[in-house]
């Protein structure tokens, strides 16, 4: 399949994007503030390894931007600002300025550009709310950020960053095959 076809081509092809229902049960049931903890590693090691991350805000690095994976009973909200990350269980998630909802593995892809962020709009595969010109310039900031998520992350594994970046690598172009 090409980034051409519609979201909802993507969405009703064999979901490649689907989070296995075992790993979903476990990040639903396990307590928000490990998942916190977690979340804030990741968040800063992505901070250390893209330093420049949100020079490109301006004044939008005021704004209050939310994540929301559909399927999962997260939301995370980001405040460039501070820098900060805080997820929370859905139902308590604060209003944020800017927000997307989508599959995880389709915000993933976004996150490293291996997607097209208008196309999937425009598909309403992802939901975009709130300061379109924030979310705009978010976008802007993350393209120029070259991520590479196993790679970006494999250090996280200590000795294993070689094999968990391998893993991590299949991983990924399994659940995003068809989409490039």
Known sequence: MKLDRTGEDL??????MDIPRPLVFAVN?????IVQKIVDAVFRRALRQHPNLFDRLGSYAEKRFG????????????????PSISVYRKRQAPDTDA???GPLVMLLALLE????????FFSRSLSVTGDMEAMLALRN???DCGFDLPKDLAGLAGPFAVPFQELANRVRSRALEGLA
């Open 67 to 82: 994540f929301s994976p559909t399927g999962l009973d997260l939301a995370f909200e980001i405040h460039p600002a501070t």
């Open 29 to 33: 049931t396990t307590p928000l503030p």
């Open 113 to 120: 550009g291996r997607i097209d962020g208008d196309a999937m």
């Open 99 to 101: 927000a997307v909802t």
């Open 11 to 16: 969405l009703n092809q064999k979901r490649p």
């Open 141 to 143: 900031a993350l393209d």
